[in-house]
């Protein structure tokens, strides 16, 4: 288990680390959720996958080696997060697609789906540009969470509850290199 001190912003709070889905877990599910699109886009010319940084590009990385279909990877990142884990509602795009995607078959491919709130304004975005076909595919949602409609299409788990790190996934810029997912509990400082 991973215990570590966290800098900031309030001095002197600790980070324990749980371990929640495990590098074997995890490349489980993500051999499904390829198989899953394998099947689902099987004939297709090329489908354009669009990672959101940088929380997706590890797991991006995987599932693309388990796609049997042509595919097109392009990243965009956003931004909703401050040093906080709640998101701040108000999504930022920082790096913008490379492609067009007009009349392609998209998948956008997430780290994790929570409020909502970064799909919903990326689907609005990519939506302008008509293409095909626009689906998610997320490693982790938090459907109890969301505050807009919005649904994924491959899911590779499901979680109730808690903030997690690793497998590209951090805690204010910490712990993306973690081949496992953990589970943050936000320790006091007498505890
Ligand atoms: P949403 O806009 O509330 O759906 O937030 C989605 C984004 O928040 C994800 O792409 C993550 O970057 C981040 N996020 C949500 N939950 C967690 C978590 O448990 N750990 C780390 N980042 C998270
Ligand atoms: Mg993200």
Redesign the pocket.
């Known amino acids: 288990m991973w215990s570590l001190e966290h800098p900031s912003p309030s001095r002197g709070v600790k980070e324990r680390l749980r371990l929640l889905y495990s590098r074997e877990q995890i490349t489980e599910r993500v051999k499904m959720l390829a198989g899953t699109i394998n099947q689902d886009y099987s004939g297709r010319q090329e489908i354009i996958l669009i990672g ?1 940084l940088k ?1 997706a590009f590890v797991f991006l990385a995987d599932l693309i080696r388990h796609l049997t279909v042509p595919v097109i990877i392009d990243f965009i990142q956003l931004s ?2 401050g040093a906080y ?1 709640q ?1 701040s509602g108000q ?1 930022m795009k920082l790096s913008d697609l490379h492609h067009p995607i007009r009349e392609k078959d998209v998948i956008v491919v ?10 919903r304004f990326l689907l609005e975005e990519l939506q302008k540009q008509h293409p095909r076909s626009l689906k998610i595919c997320a490693l982790i949602d ?1 459907r109890h969470r969301r505050l807009m409609p919005i649904e994924a299409d491959y899911v590779g788990f499901h979680l109730e509850e ?4 690793g497998y590209g ?3 204010n810029e910490k712990y993306r290199q973690l081949p496992d997912i953990y589970t943050v509990e936000f320790l006091s400082p007498q505890s």
């Open positions: 959101i929380g909703s997060y884990t998101s999504v997430e780290d994790i789906l929570d409020s909502g709130l970064t799909m938090k808690g903030f997690v790190v996934i951090d805690y």
